[in-house]
């Protein structure tokens, strides 16, 4: 059944010192809001008593749910859990940090309700980031941009309002490595951008460390862009006619060099030809898939 209002998805891990200050900004912002509304808090596995805070707000207000997953599944997961139990016309996903004010998705609704499906979140300023993250964040957006063939808007975080309809579809794809920003640009809808200036994480750090950004980079780029498959094509041509090369090689030392030990000619000619001939078919075969999904 659905809600005639809003839903506000918000992923949870380990945000302890931050709870309190986000249901006070929360509580502040739905005094202004002109939709019902739900919040779905999905506490993705947190080690800490982000849970326990959780289950005391939401017990004082009965438009808080809570979404405990056994354990951690990830970022992109999370949203995915709590965007399967939003109810809204409306659904937006913001992060539990209060990077991303609240107060801008009074503009997303106004968007929302002049026939918009999708409302991305745009930011113009990212305040309290290193310089090394904003330059890598920059060249992350304008890298997919390239490779993925799909029109993402630049500098669109996963703070965003999707219309009901878009949610429906969105449920309906079920990639377990996902990229979210990505398939809600796949849906196609009708979209548009409102701008905000990014404040600093209110408390604890950051919980996308290089190491998680360069595993979401490379989820990007492999779930939405054909590349790697070409690259491995043409990876295999060029190993082939390296294989070639050095099977001539091979039959030469043979019959016109110095003698070989027996069998090594074969042996040779086998790993060569065999190596390009996997490696050329793979590439085949994944663009011609990929090719067939895309239909």
């Given at each position: 059944m659905?809600?005639?209002?809003?839903?506000?998805?918000?992923?949870?891990?380990?945000?302890?010192?931050?709870?309190?200050?986000l249901?006070?900004?929360l509580?502040?912002?739905?005094?202004?809001?002109?939709?019902d509304y739900?919040?779905?808090?999905?506490?993705?596995?947190?080690?800490?008593?982000?849970?326990?805070?959780?289950?005391?707000?939401?017990?004082?207000?009965?438009?808080?749910?809570?979404?405990?997953?056994s354990?951690?599944?990830g970022h992109?997961?999370?949203?995915?859990a709590?965007m399967?139990h939003?109810?809204?016309?409306a659904v937006?996903?913001?992060?539990?940090?209060?990077?991303?004010?609240p107060?801008?998705?009074?503009?997303?609704i106004?968007?929302?309700q002049?026939?918009?499906?999708?409302?991305y979140a745009?930011?113009?300023?990212?305040?309290?980031e290193?310089?090394f993250k904003k330059?890598t964040a920059s060249?992350?957006?304008?890298?997919?941009?390239?490779?993925?063939g799909?029109?993402?808007?630049?500098d669109?975080?996963?703070?965003?309002l999707?219309?009901?309809?878009?949610?429906v579809?969105l449920?309906s794809?079920?990639?377990?490595?996902r990229f979210?920003?990505?398939l809600?640009a796949?849906?196609?809808?009708?979209?548009?951008?409102?701008?905000y200036?990014?404040?600093?994480r209110?408390a604890?750090s950051?919980?996308?460390?290089?190491?998680?950004?360069i595993k979401f980079?490379f989820?990007?780029?492999?779930?939405?862009s054909t590349i790697?498959?070409?690259?491995?094509?043409?990876?295999?041509?060029?190993s082939?006619?390296?294989?070639?090369?050095?099977?001539?090689?091979?039959?030469?030392?043979?019959?016109?060099g110095e003698?070989?030990?027996?069998?090594?000619?074969?042996?040779?000619?086998?790993?060569?030809?065999?190596?390009s001939?996997q490696?050329l078919?793979?590439?085949?075969?994944g663009?011609t898939?990929a090719g067939?999904l895309?239909k």
């Open positions: 659905s809600l005639k209002g809003l839903s506000l998805v918000i992923p949870v891990y380990n945000e302890e010192p931050v709870i309190p200050e249901d006070k900004r509580k502040s912002f739905f005094e202004t809001c002109p939709l739900e919040v779905v808090f999905v506490n993705d596995g947190s080690a800490d008593r982000s849970l326990e805070l959780l289950k005391n707000i939401s017990a004082q207000n009965s438009h808080y749910k809570v979404l405990a997953l354990r951690n599944v992109q997961n999370a949203i995915t709590g399967d939003a109810q809204g016309d937006v996903v913001i992060d539990a940090d209060l990077q991303d004010p107060e801008v998705i009074l503009e997303m106004r968007k929302w002049e026939g918009f499906d999708i409302v745009i930011r113009s300023e990212r305040e309290g290193s310089i330059i060249l992350f957006y304008r890298l997919m941009q390239k490779l993925v799909i029109k993402m808007p630049l669109a975080g996963d703070f965003r999707m219309s009901r309809r878009a949610i579809v449920s794809l079920r990639e377990s490595n979210i920003r990505g809600v796949w849906t196609g809808f009708r979209s548009t951008a409102v701008y200036k990014r404040e600093k209110f604890g950051t919980k996308y460390p290089l190491r998680k950004m980079a989820d990007g780029v492999t779930n939405f790697p498959l070409r690259v491995a094509t043409w990876l295999g041509l060029f082939g006619l390296v294989a070639l090369t050095a099977a001539g090689w091979a039959v030469y030392e043979k019959f016109f003698g070989v030990v027996q069998g090594w000619t074969t042996i040779m000619l086998a790993v060569a030809l065999g190596a001939a490696l078919m793979i590439g085949i075969w663009n898939l067939f895309r």
